[in-house]
């Protein structure tokens, strides 16, 4: 019996420690990150193109005499403004919808769309995008590799990066005229990235050394954060650099973590620990 007691004492004592760190990892990281995403900023960037920042992922907003193209649907209640701005925009003419990949904060708002083209990366299959991000989001086109449209004197390259990176089948849109390249959550600005499910760093880093050889980039729309010059892939990428450095000798790992701490990060899941720990699990299945 005095066993049984002690045993439920420091079993009932462990679940509370557990309880304790799990509400103060919330309300120092996931609240305030949380309450960050919902935050929707919108810049006018020229007379045809508005950015739409936040709310989910980043969205842009480039119009034409012939038709509007909305970049990321968003979701919740950011995803009705965008939407509400979009129709706003398009008046009668067409709306053409990209989604870079299938994330619900990328992609939720599609339902707003219905009747409308909606272009997504074509190494998903309609199974694993249902399954993904549910059967409302689902797309109307899936891109092999590369689609050119030409709108006004603006030509918009779609370019499917065609291998697992941040998902199975991310998507990159490039304005040409703008030197602009949305990039989704392929890369990221001051935040640390989810390396879940089928992510691959490999995949990243292939697609941050091949995209300034394709594109010539001057300004980078991330998937979350500020938009900026091409130095952000350069950030990110030295990032996934650091991290791999980490992962392989312990001596370092402190002062590279150390160098990310102003990054948007919450622990064990999108955090420079969790990349470390992708990189060792990559290394121990090598
Ligand atoms: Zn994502």
């Keep these: 019996m005095r066993l049984l007691k002690r045993i439920l004492i420091w079993t009932g004592g462990l679940l509370l420690v557990l309880l304790a760190t799990a509400t103060i990892l919330y309300l120092i ?23 739409v920042l936040g709310g989910g992922g980043n ?52 339902v707003l769309y219905k009747g409308y083209p909606i272009i997504a990366g074509g190494n998903y299959t309609k199974e694993s995008w249902i399954k993904d991000a549910g059967e409302e989001s689902l797309p109307t086109q899936w891109l092999k590799d590369r689609m050119d449209i030409h709108m006004g004197d603006e030509t918009v390259t779609l370019l499917n990066l065609g291998r697992n990176t941040h998902t199975p089948s991310d998507v990159v849109v490039y304005l040409h005229k703008r030197k602009m390249l949305f990039c989704g959550d392929v890369v990221l600005n001051k935040q640390a990235p989810v390396l879940i499910g089928k992510a691959d760093a490999d995949g990243y880093m292939a697609a941050f050394d ?37 992962a392989a000798d312990d001596s370092k ?4 973590v150390a160098k990310y701490k102003d990054w948007w990060q919450i622990p064990l899941a999108m955090s420079p620990g969790a990349t470390i720990s992708y990189y060792k699990k990559k290394s121990e299945t090598r």
Excluded: C
């Design 253 to 256: 790992k402190d002062e590279l």
């Design 59 to 110: 969205s842009g907003i480039l119009t034409s005499d012939s038709l509007v193209i909305v970049i990321d649907t968003k979701m919740d209640d950011a995803a009705k403004q965008l939407n509400k701005m979009v129709r706003d925009l398009a008046g009668k003419k067409p709306i053409l919808v990209i989604n870079t990949h299938d994330h619900p904060d990328h992609s939720k708002g599609n």
């Design 29 to 51: 990281y996931v609240r305030p990150f949380m309450q960050n995403m919902k935050k929707v900023s919108i810049i006018q960037y020229d007379k045809e193109l508005t950015l």
């Design 210 to 246: 091949m995209l300034p050889k394709v594109f010539e980039i001057q300004k980078i729309v991330p998937g979350h954060g500020a938009v900026g010059g091409p130095e952000i892939i350069g950030d990110f990428r030295q990032y996934f650099i650091d991290m791999k450095t980490a």
